[in-house]
């Protein structure tokens, strides 16, 4: 990806050198069209690879307090369909990296959407656990478990809700030690 980017700015960078003579009238779209889409494919790769490395994190974690046993279960059931609809993709008929293959955009999207569907539930089971830690130290090393995992949009969003609650219990233990 590199590469190609360091192409097109060279390009660019001739290009407005040789302003003055009228060599250069080709329209940029057409010119780079094809590294355009395969620089698309390899982000969406990217994207791909740091997700199966963010959800890889969901086979050590284990949750603990009253309901740790049942939301436990509940993880290692998204981990495990996680590495189903993993599967799935990795054994598409075509070559990922050829952008003449437009199935792999309604495949990828396909992907995307089950995994958006597991961080809403993953999100919930976070938002869980952290109403059943009943220490701040509990809801931090909780939150420590799921790294990776909380930059994803959705957990993100839905765990925005518990940084309130996570200060006035620091302000709290604050005042106690104090």
Request: net charge neutral; proline share 1%.
């Given at each position: ?13 001739y290009?407005g050198?040789?302003?003055g003579?009228n060599?250069?009238?080709i329209?940029?779209?057409?010119l ?23 959800f ?15 939301l ?5 059931q ?16 075509y070559?990922?990296m ?10 990828f999207?396909?992907?995307r ?22 220490t ?5 090393k909780?939150?420590?478990?799921f790294?990776?995992l ?22 709290q233990?604050?005042?106690?030690v104090?």
């Amino acid at each position: 990806m590199e590469t190609c980017s360091k192409f097109k700015d060279a390009y660019f960078e001739y290009k407005g050198k040789a302003k003055g003579s009228n060599q250069w009238k080709i329209t940029t779209n057409a010119l780079f069209v094809r590294l355009d889409s395969f620089q698309e494919r390899c982000q969406d790769i990217m994207h791909f690879t740091s997700t199966i490395i963010q959800f890889n994190k969901l086979q050590k974690i284990e949750i603990g307090n009253t309901k740790g046993k049942q939301l436990t279960a509940s993880v290692m059931q998204i981990f495990e369909e996680f590495n189903k609809a993993v599967e799935e993709f990795m054994t598409v008929s075509y070559d990922i990296m050829d952008i003449e293959k437009r199935q792999f955009d309604d495949d990828f999207y396909k992907f995307r959407n089950r995994i958006k569907e597991l961080e809403r539930r993953l999100a919930s089971i976070l938002t869980q656990s952290f109403d059943d830690s009943d220490t701040i130290i509990g809801k931090f090393k909780l939150l420590d478990s799921f790294e990776g995992l909380l930059y994803r949009p959705i957990i993100q969003d839905e765990l925005e809700k518990k940084h309130i609650t996570l200060l006035e219990l620091y302000k709290q233990d604050l005042k106690t030690v104090q």
